[in-house]
């Protein structure tokens, strides 16, 4: 059984910044496409940004050049740094692990962006 667990939201003012961390139970992670995903209030789940088990990265372009994503295979970790946030970043995040058969999320952590 593949489990995902994120952390590191929290409440952050405009302009700073977050670090998020996904951490996978079992031993496909090396393996696996990770993703980042966020949900705001009244909108649908949006693909933030993804990995592949090679380190190659791919992000929307909302978030280019503030956003970094990362994985450590031997810690079956992916983190996605977010710098310079604004308050449209405010959502919940998600993380997804891609490896067939599996497409599991974890529990979804909170960002908000506030004064």
């Known amino acids: 059984q593949v489990q995902l667990v994120e952390s590191g939201g929290g409440l952050v003012q405009p302009g700073g910044s977050l670090r998020l961390s996904c951490a996978s139970s079992?031993?496909?992670?090396?393996?696996?496409?990770m993703r980042w995903y966020r949900q705001a209030p009244g909108k649908e789940r949006e693909f933030v940004a993804w990995?592949?088990?090679?380190?190659?990265?791919s992000y929307v372009n909302s978030v280019k050049g503030r956003f970094t994503i990362s994985r450590d295979n031997a810690k079956n970790t992916v983190w996605l740094q977010m710098d310079s946030l604004k308050p449209e970043d405010t959502a919940v995040y998600y993380c997804?692990?891609?490896?067939?058969?599996?497409?599991?999320w974890g529990q979804g952590t909170q960002v908000t962006v506030s004064s």
């Open positions: 997804n692990l891609l490896q067939t058969p599996y497409n599991v």
């Open positions: 079992g031993s496909i992670f090396s393996r696996a496409l």
């Open positions: 990995i592949s088990s090679g380190g190659s990265a």
